[in-house]
């Protein structure tokens, strides 16, 4: 049985296969992608440890140019694939270890290169002091347009969110009708290791929404990829 030390490591998971080819390591104002998440990772001074986790030599070669001092968590093909899951990724690198670990695993997207510092180092410290009643922290931002006006089609026919709703009235009001609704910034996210390894979940069921305020960007697509350069470029 391994102890437990009251620590944050930080894991940046970065795997090779992306819908846009070589996402991770496309370069975004002259450098690669990930090397963003690696600086702030390094720049917070949050972390005991700091994880880059690929499938790929390639990505790790890049990574370690970055900074030397990363470890390496090199993962198989079955935890790769496009349908892998977060959590696969943090419990194949958990099962590993053989010394100790961290109370806490901090999640850093590569996709986002936009973080801002003082965030990171908020969240971890707010995550320290209430650890204790929940089982994960996720930075949040407030969506301009409530999910409750969002639509699917079913068969060409719009509907709500909500099974077999097609009454369009009762959701087409001001907005200010709705409650606030958030989606996730991945800005930075914080899981307890007990809660990993017991209950095979990262966030568990008692997650505490950090509303984050800042710009933030996630990755996917060329236009996303313009987007994270006007930003940078422009500071705002």
Same mark, same amino acid.
């Given at each position: 049985m391994l102890d437990f030390k009251n620590e944050c490591?930080? %894991?940046?998971?970065? /795997?090779?296969? !992306?819908? &846009?080819?070589?996402? @991770?390591?496309?370069? %975004? #104002?002259?450098?690669? %992608?990930?090397?963003?998440?690696?600086?702030?990772?390094?720049?917070?001074?949050?972390? $005991?440890?700091?994880?880059?986790? !690929?499938?790929?030599?390639?990505?790790?070669?890049?990574? &370690?140019?970055?900074?030397k001092n990363l470890e390496i968590h090199k993962r198989g093909s079955k935890i790769s694939s496009s349908t892998a899951s977060e959590f696969s990724v943090f419990y194949d690198y958990i099962l590993k270890q053989k010394k100790y670990?961290?109370?806490?695993?901090?999640?850093? $997207?590569?996709? @986002?290169?936009?973080?801002?510092? !003082?965030? *990171? $180092?908020? *969240? *971890?410290?707010?995550?320290? /002091?209430?650890?204790?009643?929940?089982?994960?922290? /996720?930075? *949040?931002?407030?969506?301009?347009?409530?999910?409750? /006006?969002?639509?699917?089609?079913?068969?060409? $026919?719009?509907?709500? %969110? #909500?099974?077999?709703?097609?009454? #369009?009235?009762?959701?087409w009001v001001p907005r200010q009708f709705f409650p606030k609704t958030y989606f996730g910034s991945c800005t930075i996210d914080i899981y307890k290791t007990k809660n990993i390894l017991k209950n095979k979940s990262l966030f568990g069921n008692k997650i505490y929404g950090y509303i984050d305020k800042n710009i933030s960007v996630d990755i996917d697509t060329l236009d996303d990829f313009k987007y994270a350069k006007f930003i940078l470029k422009t500071g705002i």
């Amino acid at each position: 049985m391994l102890d437990f030390k009251n620590e944050c490591w930080a %894991l940046i998971p970065a /795997r090779a296969g !992306s819908s &846009l080819k070589n996402k @991770n390591i496309k370069k %975004l #104002m002259g450098k690669p %992608l990930i090397h963003f998440s690696i600086e702030t990772a390094f720049k917070s001074k949050c972390f $005991r440890k700091i994880i880059f986790s !690929s499938d790929s030599q390639k990505y790790i070669d890049i990574a &370690l140019k970055k900074n030397k001092n990363l470890e390496i968590h090199k993962r198989g093909s079955k935890i790769s694939s496009s349908t892998a899951s977060e959590f696969s990724v943090f419990y194949d690198y958990i099962l590993k270890q053989k010394k100790y670990l961290p109370l806490y695993f901090a999640h850093l $997207r590569p996709t @986002n290169p936009i973080r801002d510092l !003082s965030t *990171v $180092r908020d *969240v *971890v410290k707010k995550f320290y /002091r209430i650890s204790k009643d929940y089982t994960s922290i /996720r930075t *949040v931002s407030e969506m301009s347009n409530p999910s409750f /006006r969002s639509f699917i089609l079913k068969k060409n $026919r719009i509907r709500s %969110l #909500m099974k077999n709703d097609f009454d #369009m009235d009762k959701y087409w009001v001001p907005r200010q009708f709705f409650p606030k609704t958030y989606f996730g910034s991945c800005t930075i996210d914080i899981y307890k290791t007990k809660n990993i390894l017991k209950n095979k979940s990262l966030f568990g069921n008692k997650i505490y929404g950090y509303i984050d305020k800042n710009i933030s960007v996630d990755i996917d697509t060329l236009d996303d990829f313009k987007y994270a350069k006007f930003i940078l470029k422009t500071g705002i």
